[in-house]
């Protein structure tokens, strides 16, 4: 994958990485299907000093409903609300960029399935991709 660049809906948040992901995985828990509204969230786990943020609408929502109980921050744009990113103690060192918000999301296909024991029933997942009950590890 080359160069990661991306932003919100309205264009008012705009995102960028020279970095390759480290991971790119789909995450199926109630959490991750309340913020994105779907039934899983397939998200870029980046090296998290490599992103840059640019654009002056963005929000961060401190979120505590997660399994570990730890602050997770959620970036959203404040214009249109997409979902840009979220990092986190329990995932120190990473930045998760939300792959819908990617220029060319047709690039990324998801390598592991999280919290497949949250996962909606008729979610098909392929048969040959890794996935785990909740988180890995």
């Known amino acids: 994958m080359s160069k990661v660049v991306g932003g919100c809906l309205c264009g008012a948040v705009r995102y960028e990485s020279a970095s390759e992901p480290a991971l790119v995985a789909a995450c199926h828990c109630t959490t991750c299907q309340k913020n994105s509204g779907s039934a899983f969230s397939l998200n870029l786990g980046m090296p998290g000093d490599a992103v840059t ?24 744009c404040g214009r249109c609300g997409s979902p840009i990113f979220g990092r986190g103690e329990a995932n120190a060192g990473l930045t998760f960029i939300k792959a819908g918000t990617l220029d060319d999301p047709s690039r990324v296909q998801p390598a592991l399935h999280i919290w497949c024991a949250e996962k909606q029933p008729w979610v098909v997942i392929e048969e040959d991709a890794q996935q785990v009950p909740g988180n890995p590890g």
């Open 53 to 76: 943020v640019s654009g002056d609408s963005l929000v961060t929502y401190e979120d505590r409903s997660g399994a570990s109980g730890k602050p997770f921050y959620r970036g959203f």
